[in-house]
């Protein structure tokens, strides 16, 4: 635990701190706006917990977390996502969501968020760890088939709650993991290899919408555009008709007057196109360049391979989450249920990303710490 002084005030990365801060409250101006007021009453909720959450962990020492929370953590989560199959709340058909309470009167929370923060720790934790390396150098095939097992348990599991675009997510940290910890380079090109044709062999077993999707963005002018086109359709309309400066904030028409469905989730960043122009989407890009920009900078100076490893778990799966949903919202990729990072309303995916920030705070304040 540190004390909380004056020198150590001086010490946090308040740029750290702060971009994620100003993300949230950028993309509440697009909640504001597209969605239903109780939506933005818990967004800023969420950001309250999740800013109090970052202050507690950077104020302990992320190797004890590592060391002796992560485990018991991770158990906990898997315990949750059981729960989630058997007794969780449908949305939308992903059966992802857990509530705690009465129903009315409780709140929900979607442990599959949580799942990618604690398969993050335990996979830090593992590699750093000492362990046999392989002639080669690098990570060993047991290496790779431990983290593989790590990640593969929530998986499974977020499989059978049919949230594919949450199960994604996933294959980024493990990805991510291999490459940091020196994976192989002909396995690494086996790998890139591999990806396309297990792409093409996994698309005959998809469901019908999701062929559908895949359609839209292979060929946009031979489908529905009432259809499972539609969402893109109209994202694209809602961030051409923006402009450079938009058509001023609460004057959009896509998503405040519900041509865009759930506008405030998946296409947050279409909101703020329309409602904000080219300006605030180079707004919002400066800030997730700032916020990227300090967790690698405190990587590099990490002390320790764990902290090192955990943040730059983190960075992968914020950057992977920006890729794809920005790659929706302007018609590049199928919709897959991937939100906008701290933007896109979800009070479980804000608090969980602020977890994030608060250990690679924690990193910076024992950077001098041997």
């Known amino acids: 635990m540190v004390d909380l002084n004056r020198r150590t005030l001086k010490d946090v990365d308040w740029l750290l701190l702060l971009s994620p801060i100003a993300l949230v409250s950028l993309g509440c101006i697009g909640i504001a706006s597209a969605a239903p007021r109780n939506e933005l009453q818990k967004q800023l909720v969420a950001l309250a917990i999740g800013a109090a959450i970052a202050v507690v962990l950077m104020l302990n020492d992320y190797r004890k977390i590592l060391l002796n929370i992560a485990p018991f953590a991770y158990a906990a989560v898997m315990i949750a996502l059981v729960l989630v199959i058997f007794i969780g709340e449908e949305h939308n058909g992903n059966k992802a969501w857990l509530v705690i309470g009465t129903k009315g009167h409780g709140f929900s929370i979607q442990p599959s968020e949580f799942a990618k923060v604690v398969t993050i720790l335990m996979l830090a934790r593992y590699m750093a760890q000492s362990r046999p390396q392989s002639r080669a150098g690098g990570l ?43 994976m192989r380079k002909l396995l690494l090109v086996a790998a890139l290899v591999a990806l396309p044709v297990g792409l093409v062999g996994v698309y005959p077993h998809l469901h019908g919408y999701q062929k559908e999707r895949i359609k839209v963005i292979i060929d946009p002018g031979n489908v529905d555009p009432k259809g499972y086109a539609y969402q893109t359709i109209q994202s694209v309309i809602a961030v051409g008709s923006g402009g450079v400066f938009g058509k001023g904030i609460g004057n959009g028409t896509q998503g405040k007057l519900g041509f865009l469905p759930y506008a405030w989730t998946d296409f947050i960043a279409a909101v703020i196109a329309e409602e904000m122009g080219l300006i605030g989407i180079l707004m919002m890009m400066v800030l997730y360049l ?23 778990g983190f960075v992968a799966l914020i950057a992977f989450h920006i890729l794809c949903n920005l790659g929706m919202v302007v018609g590049l990729m199928p919709i897959m249920g991937i939100p906008l990072p701290l933007m896109s309303a979800g009070g479980t995916a804000v608090m969980s990303i602020f977890m994030g920030v608060g250990l690679a705070l924690s990193v910076r304040m024992r950077r001098f710490v041997n």
């Open 140 to 182: 060993s095939l047991k290496d790779m088939l431990v983290m593989g097992a790590i990640t593969a348990l929530p998986v499974v599991l977020i499989v059978m709650e049919h949230d594919t675009g949450t199960m994604l997510t996933f294959g980024a940290i493990l990805g991510a993991f291999y490459f940091l910890g020196g």
């Open 290 to 312: 700032i916020f990227i920009w300090r967790l690698i900078a405190v990587a590099q100076g990490s002390r320790d391979k764990s902290g090192s490893l955990m943040i730059m």
